[in-house]
């Protein structure tokens, strides 16, 4: 018997549990403007302050909510990284925003 309540379990054709964490940002979280790549590859991420952080500085800063809009996913490496909350709004997606070149 199913016990999804009405809910295909499915939210922008991903799954709801895609997310390991999804926290719960404080009233000071803040938002990711930029990607830093290297080789094409999520190194780290900008921030609205202007600070630069490593991908593993996000996922802790994320945990601990100072990072707002994002959860924490797992790869199929096993690895943690930030991922946009499905919204129905690709406009505000992680992937959607600028990059800058380490």
């Known amino acids: 018997m199913s016990d999804n309540n009405n809910n295909d379990g499915m939210m922008g054709g991903l799954p709801i549990n895609i997310n390991k964490v999804v926290p719960n940002p404080d009233s000071e979280a803040m938002q990711i403007t930029k990607l830093v790549k290297n ?34 996913g797992i790869s199929r490496k096993g690895e943690e990284y930030l991922r946009s909350l499905p919204d129905d709004n690709e406009g505000n997606n992680l992937s959607a925003l600028p990059s800058i070149n380490e």
Do not use: P
């Open 39 to 72: 080789s094409g590859d999520v190194t780290g991420y900008e921030l609205s302050n202007g600070e630069k952080i490593s991908k593993e500085q996000g996922v802790q800063m994320a945990k601990e909510g100072h990072i707002a809009g994002v959860a924490v």
